[in-house]
């Protein structure tokens, strides 16, 4: 009991010592370095490693500190609670270190949150907690009756695996007068003992001796062991065999098969006869060297049983003995040595992982830990570890066999979402051996791609008088990121067009990109539209693009020609064209005019005469829309002429307007004066109604004259103003040569010649007319036809100013005049007022009456 408690007393000392060295240890080191005794109970503390760490007990869980030492067996563990390192089972230095005088255990402890390695050394102390054994409880010696004195016997040597003074240090031997005890140390440091014959024997007299060998080792208790020696006294036979070297040395491979013969020990015996066979036998051995090697007890050779591993032992020591019939026996050592074979391929453990890195990680990101090992030795245990070159990725050493695999460059999701990446160790064995081991690593999207148009710019195009909500064009922006941040909504830049915002014109589908008209577009009004459209992705800080689209608006038929010239008298009545009887074919008797608000071939006008009173005697121009005379007029032809001229585009289909021209067939005025009555006389068909309308005639005709007698008065008074304006102005139109007029019965009237000048475009909204000179002879021109040939001017800007309007339009009221010098008769009267029905009432009532 009192030993008891003094090897309790010798345990809390070492742990003391223990704890007290880990304290000391420098902790801001990478390594940290604690001392135990061995033979702990589970649980022990071993050292405060979250305080040689820098950190509180409970952070040792919250920043992920953790034992990643690989092993069969896991020796120690982490208490949460102490922050200690504790033991996790028993812990036996002579299992885990047999044969070394320092028995050194290394773990690695990672911080997870750093990713740092830590590494931990504990030095297990020996305790004298194994006693001397042998290994042959009982040998029998068998000596001659002859042996001389002094002649020494091998004796079974006992085994300690403890070490210094916990080790074999003595042996004792039983009293016998007959023998003595000699301990001899050999070169490894191990004690033989050897009986030594100190007097010569007798059979008869003793045949047989009983010892009692003790060994016994230095600890504090000391602990012994006890083999008993029994001498059987023979006759003679006084050689012993004798090997052929003390010591014996070999190396195999590893990889050797099994069975092969690895050596031959050889011992001889000068004896002769049954004196001299020797048997061999091991002498020493161990149980895993037992379980390797056999030896031939009558060759001599040793052979392998099992299949030899270096990466477990190395090396193996045994001792061989031979021994004679007579006992006699001598011993040699032999030492094998197992060589290392590159049997081992690489081993790969991905210690700590990342499964996706943002595509914006800057360089050097960590995405694993690496542990690398190779159980061979040498240069068959040495790694290198590396991956693809054609990756964004590199391998740093960190600490010891550990490897970060990090990036190398910035990463781009849109040209490689996800990589595998192969990490691969090679060892430099001959041949090497390698080890592959594969990550799959995701790049994680960032919105770092604003969307882009499949063109530069877009064009369209729709019809006009479309009906509201048509579909006009799909836009389409793609977006090379993910998820939210790929998603495209469409819209249109803010913008107004004719003083109305773009809203109201067209609308876009947010999430198609398909344009819709919001209302019926006229090709009049607008042709083309300019506007923006703009995609913006879903993103946490969305990015946008813009881009240009043309929508232009394709005219449809859809307005009829417009006639501007003749003009349409707001009275009701026909204007009328003046032909002399003596026009040749080819006469030009006027032309018409039109224009189509629609353009292209919807613009495109041709005229033709549709309608004629006298079929044959007129033609119109195709496209210049001329009335020309077809033949020579002759004396049979009426006076009065009616032509239908219809005006048509070429759109599809296509529209038309028509205009009725009456044309006065006459070589003078007073022709057509003299024929005045006879252009009725055709339409009437009952002598009563010619008689109703002579009476009215009559008294329009005196209502018309008090009338002109009041106007004559006023225009006058208005000429004489005029005049004074016409000399200001320095014009030449106040006096017009006698010779342009003519007259009849003494009535005169200006006879003037006019010609116009067309100026068609291929938009016929932009033709204008010009009259610049007199070429249109024997035409009566009323103050009206002079003012409405101003709407003509559609060139843009009017030829003519305002002061300019007004000379001419006074030219005309001194030029279209004519005076009545002697109404006399009833007839003459009658005669103006059919002459006026003719060619338009309102016309006759402008002109001036002159005394």
């Known amino acids: 009991a009192s030993q008891r408690r003094m090897g309790n007393r010798a345990k809390q000392r070492s742990i003391l010592l223990g704890v007290l060295l880990g304290v000391l240890w420098e902790t801001g080191g990478t390594q940290i370095y604690y001392s135990v005794p061995e033979e702990l109970e589970r649980g022990s503390g071993v050292g405060n490693i979250a305080k040689d760490l820098g950190l509180e007990p409970q952070e040792l869980e919250e920043r992920g500190v953790r034992i990643v030492s690989r092993g069969r067996t896991q020796l120690f563990a982490l208490n949460p609670r102490s922050g200690s390192l504790v033991t996790a089972g028993r812990i036996d230095r002579e299992e885990l270190c047999m044969g070394t005088v320092k028995c050194q255990l290394n773990l690695e402890i990672l911080m997870e949150d750093q990713v740092k390695i830590y590494g931990v050394v504990v030095e297990v102390r020996d305790i004298n907690d194994n006693s001397p054994y042998f290994q042959e409880g009982e040998l029998e010696i068998k000596m001659s009756e002859n042996a001389a004195k002094g002649m020494r016997f091998p004796l079974p040597h006992a085994w300690d695996p403890d070490i210094g003074k916990n080790s074999l240090q003595s042996y004792d031997l039983s009293s016998d007068t007959h023998f003595s005890l000699d301990v001899q140390s050999g070169a490894d440091g191990n004690k033989y003992p050897e009986l030594v014959l100190e007097r010569a024997l007798d059979r008869e007299e003793k045949a047989i001796h009983h010892l009692v060998l003790t060994a016994s080792d230095g600890g504090d208790p000391v602990r012994t062991s006890t083999a008993r020696i029994r001498v059987m006294v023979l006759d003679a036979n006084d050689n012993a065999p004798a090997f052929a070297q003390s010591e014996y040395r070999v190396s195999v491979p590893e990889n050797v098969a099994v069975g092969t013969k690895l050596l031959l020990v050889n011992a001889t015996d000068p004896d002769e006869g049954s004196n001299a066979e020797v048997m061999y036998s091991f002498r020493y051995v161990d149980n895993k060297a037992a379980q390797l090697f056999e030896l031939d007890s009558n060759l001599g050779t040793i052979s392998t049983i099992g299949e030899l591993n270096c990466e477990e032992s190395g090396f193996y020591e045994m001792e061989v003995q031979a021994t004679d019939n007579a006992g006699y026996s001598a011993r040699a050592k032999v030492l094998i040595t197992v060589l290392d074979v590159n049997d081992n391929a690489p081993e790969v453990v991905v210690t700590s992982l990342s499964s996706s890195i943002p595509e914006n990680s800057p360089r050097g990101t960590l995405i694993a830990l690496l542990n690398v090992n190779d159980q061979d030795s040498g240069e068959n245990g040495r790694v290198t570890c590396f991956v693809q070159r054609n990756l964004p990725f590199k391998l740093e050493k960190s600490y010891g066999n550990y490897y970060s695999l990090m990036t190398d460059t910035l990463l781009d999701r849109e040209l490689v979402p996800s990589y595998n990446i192969t990490v691969m160790a090679t060892d430099r ?67 107004t067009l004719q003083g109305a915002p773009l809203s109201s014109y067209v609308s876009i589908n947010s999430d198609t990109g398909v344009l819709y008209a919001l209302r019926s577009f006229d090709y009049e009004q607008f042709r083309d539209l300019e506007l923006q459209v703009m995609a913006h992705d879903s993103g946490n800080l969305p990015l946008s693009s813009n881009v240009s689209l043309s929508l232009f608006v394709l005219d449809q038929n859809d307005n009829s020609p417009e006639i501007l010239f003749p003009v349409v008298p707001t009275d009701g009545s026909t204007g009328v064209e003046l032909a002399p009887r003596s026009a040749e074919p080819g006469y030009l008797v006027t032309k018409v005019v039109a224009v189509d608000r629609d353009s292209g071939q919807n613009a495109w006008l041709s005229y033709r005469l549709l309608k004629a009173s006298e079929p044959g005697l007129f033609s119109v121009g195709l496209h210049t829309g001329e009335v020309r005379t077809a033949r020579a007029l002759l004396d049979r032809d009426a006076l009065k002429q009616s032509l239908v001229v219809a005006v048509q585009d070429h759109g599809q289909p296509p529209l038309s307007a028509t205009v009725t021209l009456t044309v006065a067939v006459a070589d003078s005025i007073p022709d057509v004066l003299a024929d005045l009555g006879s252009l009725e006389s055709p339409a009437s068909s009952d002598d009563k109604g010619l008689t109703l309308y002579l009476v009215v005639a009559v008294a329009a005709v005196s209502c018309v004259f008090l009338a002109f007698v009041i106007v004559l008065l006023a225009l006058r008074l208005r000429r004489w103003h005029m005049s004074r304006l016409l000399q200001a102005s320095g014009s030449g139109l106040a006096g017009v040569p006698a010779s342009q007029f003519v007259g009849v019965d003494g009535v005169r009237a200006f006879l003037q010649t006019y010609s116009h000048e067309v100026s068609l475009t291929a938009d016929s909204r932009g033709s204008h007319v010009i009259f610049p000179q007199p070429n249109y002879a024997d035409t009566l021109i009323s103050q009206e036809s002079c003012e409405k040939s101003e709407p003509l001017l559609l060139s843009g800007d009017s030829v003519f100013s305002k002061d300019n309007r007004a000379l001419i339009q006074v030219s005309a009221y001194q030029n279209l005049q004519f005076s009545l010098q002697h109404v006399g008769s009833l007839v003459a009267a009658c005669r103006i007022f059919w002459w006026c029905r003719g060619i338009g009432t309102l016309n006759c009532f402008m002109w001036d009456l002159v005394p």
């Open 429 to 495: 064995g001959s041949p090497p051996l390698s080890t592959e081991t594969h990550i799959t690593l995701n790049v994680a999207d960032i919105n770092d791609n604003a969307p882009a148009f499949s063109q530069a710019s877009y064009s369209a195009y729709i019809l006009e008088n479309n009906p509201r909500g048509a579909s006009i064009i799909s836009v389409t922006a793609y977006d090379p990121d993910y998820g939210e941040n790929a998603q495209v909504t469409y819209s249109l830049v803010e913008d």
